[in-house]
């Protein structure tokens, strides 16, 4: 989602031509570049039998339904490689974040010298999520691993695991489901299609571009007296 500030704010350009230049890095699997974001999905049960459509027609529910809970979805995804990992959790909490990392580092990337994480600010995607859920030396070993670069506060379209977001929702999500086990099996049907498929994302806004289009982002500058 576009959400950009109406006028000159140096702490977003800070992060945004930060996160802009960690995208114009050539791919390296000794340093993978990861971006990670999370989204939410209402459970949902019918309250009748849905009725399957005559051919042409589409299939009819009823309007009533049966709220049954929330699942988390945490996505991880490496735009240069065409790969996503999608884990879900009943919370969002600091430890279910930490622990994907971890498996994340261990499980997916026990090569990577380091893995550059592009996220946003929320403050469960901190180095101190790590030590709430493991003892000291683990938590320090996983952070050695781990490269943070913030989007900026309403720059969440910065974040390519946004746009990947996106398409699950639009190919997997839009729809009523009532079961997390259900909502599992799907999930990893599309991420293993997408994988299969090495699905990337194309970006290309640049440093260049945003000092160009959003010019009215950059502060005027100033200059201490006697300068």
Known sequence: MWCIPPQANAEFVWKMEDVLEVY??????????????????????????????????????????????????F?????????????????RRKVEWAWFVKHLLEDHYPQAQRVVLVCDNLNTHTGGALYEAFPPAEAKQLLDRLEFHY????????????????????????????????????????????????????????????RIKLEKLYPVLEYPQGA
């Open 24 to 73: 114009k890095r050539p791919y390296d699997p000794l340093r993978p570049v990861i971006c990670m974001d999370e989204t939410s999905k209402q459970l949902i049960g019918e309250t009748r039998v849905p009725l399957d459509g005559a051919p042409g027609q589409p299939r009819r529910v009823d309007y009533e339904y049966e709220r049954k809970g929330v699942a988390d979805l």
């Open 75 to 91: 996505m991880f995804f490496e735009p240069l490689r065409g790969w996503r990992q999608v884990w879900i959790a009943p919370q």
């Open 151 to 210: 989007t900026p506060k309403h720059g969440s379209w910065l974040n390519m695991a946004e746009t990947e977001l996106s398409v699950l929702a639009g190919q997997c999500l839009d729809r009523r489901i009532d079961e997390v086990a259900f909502l599992l099996r799907e999930v990893e049907a599309w991420v293993a299609e997408r994988n299969h498929r090495e699905a990337k994302v194309r970006w290309r806004f640049t440093t260049e571009d945003a």
